[in-house]
């Protein structure tokens, strides 16, 4: 299967973003390639990049994206001492809309999008330690739960697996 992209890669972040990286675009387009291949290679396909190889599928990349934004979260536990406390959290995503075709774009088989998309969280529930050392019995303490720092390269990197799984069933029934 030939594979390109018909747009560049885009990074759309906000203004207090700390996870997505306008810089890092050249590195989520590998990721998400990586993805690609890796999925690919559990269903027998071959991902080729050279246009001059002879292919059975060419899947066209119409857009991929990383973004990150911003929201805030309450607390609402009046038994907490962090009740009326805002957080502010951080929600990624990583999107491709794509084509699959047969042949050299001989015929188009179909249009979709995947995505993957992780979300910071703040939870009350108890942690190891807390078992451990006998705290946080009521639920009031709040814990703010962070991404990890390349959770878009990771993202990029599971939406080519998404983007592959989409495509087997097609593939299989036009063989």
């Known amino acids: 299967m030939y594979v390109f992209f018909a747009s560049e890669t885009g990074v759309l972040t906000c203004i207090n973003g700390k996870y997505a990286k306008e810089t890092k675009w050249n590195e989520y387009k590998n990721a998400f390639i990586d993805g690609l291949k890796k999925e690919s290679s559990y269903y027998n396909l071959v991902i080729t990049e050279d246009e001059k190889q002879s292919a059975d599928f060419t899947l066209v990349i119409s857009s991929f994206n990383v973004s990150e934004s911003l929201s805030s979260e309450t607390v609402n ?99």
Do not use: M
């Not at 006998?134 to 697996?161: A, F, M, P, V």
């Open 77 to 175: 536990d009046v038994a907490s001492p962090y009740n009326g406390k805002t957080f502010q959290l951080s929600s990624c995503n990583a999107d491709a809309t794509f084509k699959l075709y047969k042949g050299n774009q001989e015929k188009l088989l179909g249009q979709w999008s995947a995505n993957a998309y992780k979300d910071e969280k703040i939870s009350n529930n108890r942690n190891f330690g807390d078992f451990v050392f006998g705290t946080n019995k009521d639920n009031s303490e709040y814990r703010y739960k962070e991404l990890d720092d390349n959770i878009c390269t990771t993202l990029s990197e599971k939406c080519g697996n998404h983007v592959i799984a989409k495509l087997t069933r097609k593939i299989s029934k036009n063989k």
